[in-house]
């Protein structure tokens, strides 16, 4: 029996895969458990085209991501912090200041996909950050941090 799985099962696929199961399987557990459909000649075609068309929504959205990447990797920003006279800085520079400053510049990230690659910041200086806008495409930005 041919299924349609509506959700990822470890060991048998991932969501929208066509799969072979045992009849059995497939019609006490998974499709009336809503993890399947039974993979019909015209749930093939449906499930084709929504493949089509999610296909084209990705390569859009990752069309958008290398284009907001390109926009972003000439950006400097700078990031203000209390300092000692030593260049010492007290605390130290997380995501948080560096998503705000993005924000300063005009671009909206997540300060859950910005990752510092010198982690922690300690003290005053120049420091890269990388920015993953798309599963596939990722940007390195530079960011000062000086004293306020």
Do not use: C, W
């Not at 390109?70 to 520079?93: C, D, P």
């Not at 560096?98 to 910005?114: F, V």
């Amino acid at each position: 029996m041919e299924v349609i799985l509506k959700k990822d099962l470890d060991r048998l696929g991932s969501a929208n895969e066509i799969v072979t199961v045992k009849d059995g399987y497939g019609r006490n557990y998974l499709i009336p458990r809503g993890l399947a459909v039974l993979a019909t000649e015209s749930a093939k075609k449906v499930h084709a085209e929504n493949q089509k068309q999610q296909a084209h929504k990705a390569a859009k959205i990752k069309e958008d991501a290398e284009a907001i990447a390109e926009k972003m990797s000439s950006v400097k920003l700078q990031v203000g912090a209390k300092a000692g006279e030593k260049g010492k800085i007290f605390g130290s520079v997380n995501t948080i200041q560096i998503s705000e400053a993005l924000e300063k510049e005009g671009y909206d990230i997540d300060r859950r996909n910005i990752t510092i690659v010198d982690e922690p910041i300690k003290e005053l200086g120049s420091y890269k950050a990388t920015v993953k806008l798309h599963k596939e495409v990722a940007v390195e930005v530079d960011f000062e941090v000086v004293a306020e």
